[in-house]
């Protein structure tokens, strides 16, 4: 029997069967993390982490904003215009030509109980200005809106008086005032509902709308 043994062993090199082993399991350990890799790989969060930036916000979409005039509801004209003829829009006399503000007339926005025009909104108005000296025979319907607070006929007074605060500034840039025509709803427009002071500074504004005069 031990000449059988040391036969047998004479036929193996030293640790050559520990090696076999080790590479075995090295492979199989491999194979593993391989497999792991590959199921896992389906499976990353590709949520939006939260401390992305928020996408930038869309374009402005006022209502009552430039070129949507409703002439047949009630608003108080000012000085110098005619609201008969003016309502009378079918007939071709002061129509509104730009419903969807495809001319990108702006909003003039004003501070509290205020008609005064700040810097950044006279800005506005130079390029109105700018434009309208090359379109002659353009006019332009000045709406004036406020906000929900104080009462209806202070409104009016107020949108009035703003709406004329942008006519004058587009007369002294060298409109002709006869281009021109106000008309005041105070507070009965609202660009936004609710309250605050980040709803109520979007409904004290200017509205301009482009239109054909007669």
């Known amino acids: 029997m031990k000449r059988v043994v040391n036969h047998i062993n004479k036929g193996r090199k030293p640790g050559n069967y520990g090696e076999k082993i080790m590479k075995h399991w090295t492979l199989c350990s491999l194979l593993a993390v391989c497999a792991l890799a590959f199921l896992t790989a389906g499976c990353v969060d590709n949520s939006i982490p939260d401390d992305m930036p ?22 108080a004209w000012g000085d110098g ?3 008969s003829s003016v309502a009378a829009g079918a007939n071709g006399d ?26 950044g909104e006279t800005a506005k108005l130079d390029k109105v200005a700018g434009y309208l000296l090359k379109q002659a025979t353009l006019g332009l319907i000045i709406e004036g809106h406020c906000d929900q607070r104080g009462t209806e006929e202070y409104n ?17 840039a060298g409109i002709e005032d006869a281009r021109i025509k106000t008309i005041s709803y105070g507070a009965d427009r609202p660009a936004m509902d609710g309250s605050g002071e980040s709803v109520w500074s979007k409904n004290r504004r200017g509205v301009l709308v482009p239109a054909r005069m007669k």
Do not use: H, M
């Open 54 to 75: 928020p996408l930038p916000p869309a374009q402005e979409d006022v209502l009552g904003g430039a070129g949507t005039t409703d002439l047949s509801r009630g608003g």
């Open 81 to 83: 215009a005619d609201s």
């Open 94 to 119: 002061w129509t509104p030509v730009d419903p969807g503000n495809n001319l990108g007339f702006p909003i003039v926005y004003f501070g509290f109980d205020t008609d005064e025009l700040a810097p």
């Open 156 to 172: 009016r007074a107020l949108g009035d008086r703003r709406a004329n605060s942008i006519r004058s500034y587009l007369v002294g």
